[in-house]
């Protein structure tokens, strides 16, 4: 049935036809004949270079404005913050991946270089060149800002990466690790074949969730390490500032270079991601209230995966984003700020719906899903709304609620979030209030479902990418 459904699709031309391409091989020597790989490593280099100029001005810039001794009494609160790094760091990935993808991959890390060489999209040749490339870059994109900026630069620690005052080494590790399995996570599903294929949004909006991770990666860890999540990143800013604490720390962003990372990401992945089906233009029947069948399909356990790691994810990166921003010393404007803290919620969203759309449907809470159960669907969209955008204004959502209920409640509509939280912190306070995080939540999503249903959907397709292919 499935099988003379996407053939009768694909004769309609309904979405394009997919077969997976050939691994890359591991030595591929005529490779080294070709202008293209020299075109894509210059590429590499001046978009690595780039990078590190931007950032590494940026947080010099954020010190010097911050130093009362250099700006006077009030300079507490100058410059841009941490969200203002985060962003410099996420909106330059953004740009970079944007201009470069076409030459070379975008790769700017060789931490995505090694994740996408063990899953067999470059060659060795091509992955050696690309980490020489950036690490290269790196190095004169730091000495530029030196070169420029050498009396602030050695003042203000160079913009190398070192584990904070507070933290141990191994917290600094599982920090990097997880930063950089979020990141190398979202660079596989955004230029995942097979989804391109299957959903319109994957390579239009390549760059910008790969953007957001490296943004809310660094609004969590900027405080434990500064974030490397990107050897040459880290190895860059080492080797022109030269200090002792900079080098020891260094084994730490070396470990991207380990498979425990990029491997693992590859991972969860290839075993989430083999799709099959193609997306659905009718109407589709609504959901069996219990569908025992279900229970045999490996689609099923699949999601079931997706929406684990998902929720894991958002959970790591949002709450390590609001421990740290209470840590900041100075409570007025030190840290992100609830800016900072929203941005994480609805980015975060935005990521993981992005990813994991065409494998579970993208819930991330129970109460969404409570909503489309009530509805016997897993989520419809109006004909009139722009699918390539989908993951967008479910981000932003996130983001506005959080902007105008945290002051209240922390925020929660969002279940899982509430119970995750309340179960480590094993709070007396947090449990007694934790009905509220799950009766508002359920009666907002069954509200919102059937006013969607009963009021604003007069026409409706089946969106498929954002269906379980169950």
């Not at 394009?16 to 890359?24: K, T, V």
């Not at 080494?169 to 920090?175: D, E, F, I, M, Q």
């Not at 930063?179 to 599903?189: H, N, R």
């Not at 390590?320 to 100075?330: E, L, M």
Request: charged fraction near 15%; include cysteine; proline fraction near 5%.
């Amino acid at each position: 049935m499935g099988k003379e459904v996407d053939v009768s699709i694909l004769e309609a031309g309904g979405v394009r036809d997919y077969a997976d391409p050939p691994p890359a091989p591991l030595i591929d020597i005529d490779e080294l004949g070709k202008w293209s790989l020299y075109r894509a490593v210059i590429a590499e280099f001046v978009a690595t270079l780039l990078f590190l100029y931007i950032t590494v001005a940026t947080v010099i810039g954020y010190k010097h404005q911050t130093d009362a001794a250099a700006s006077g009494t009030d300079a507490a609160c100058g410059g841009v913050g941490i969200l203002g790094i985060a962003w410099a760091f996420g909106g330059m990935i953004f740009i970079l991946v944007y201009c470069t993808a076409g030459i070379s991959g975008g790769h700017i890390n060789p931490a995505v270089t090694f994740g996408l060489f063990l899953a067999r999209k470059v060659s060795l040749v091509r992955a050696l060149l690309y980490m020489v490339a950036q690490c290269l870059g790196a190095i004169c994109g730091v000495a530029l800002v030196k070169g420029f900026q050498s009396g602030f630069y050695d003042r203000y620690g160079g913009g190398a990466n070192e584990v904070s005052a507070g933290y141990s080494t191994g917290t600094g590790l599982a920090a990097e690790i997880i930063g950089t399995f979020v990141l190398v996570y979202t660079v596989f599903s955004a230029t995942d074949p097979k989804r391109n294929a299957r959903d319109s949004h994957v390579p239009v909006l390549a760059p910008l969730p790969i953007g957001f991770a490296v943004f809310m990666v660094h609004l969590a860890t900027i405080p434990i390490t500064g974030t490397g999540i990107n050897p040459a990143r880290s190895l860059g800013a080492a080797v022109v500032f030269n200090n002792n604490k900079a080098w020891s720390d260094q084994l730490l962003d070396s470990n991207s270079l380990l498979p425990s990372r990029a491997q693992m990401a590859k991972e969860v992945h290839v075993s989430a991601l083999e799709a099959g089906g193609a997306r659905d233009y009718i109407d589709p029947p609504p959901a069996p209230l219990v569908d025992i069948d279900e229970l045999g399909r490996w689609s099923l356990y699949r999601a079931v995966i997706a929406e684990f790691v998902a929720t894991l994810l958002f959970l790591y990166i949002t709450v390590a984003t609001v421990i740290g921003y209470k840590h900041q010393t100075d409570a007025a404007c030190g840290g992100v700020g609830i800016l900072g803290i929203a941005w994480a919620f609805g980015g975060m969203i935005f990521i993981l719906v992005y990813c994991t759309a065409g494998i579970s449907g993208g819930h991330i809470n129970p109460a969404v899903t409570f909503g489309l159960f009530l509805v016997r669907a897993i989520l419809f969209i109006d004909e009139r709304i722009d699918q390539v955008l989908a993951p967008l204004p479910i981000g932003f959502a996130v983001f506005m609620v959080h902007l105008a209920t945290i002051p209240i409640t922390g925020t929660g509509i969002n279940p899982a979030r509430s119970l995750g939280a309340a179960v480590v912190y094993n709070n007396s306070k947090a449990w007694s209030d934790q009905w509220i995080f799950w009766v508002g939540p359920f009666i907002g999503a069954a509200i919102a479902a059937l006013y969607h249903q009963i009021i604003l959907r007069a026409s409706a397709r089946g969106y498929g990418s954002f269906r379980s292919n169950a």
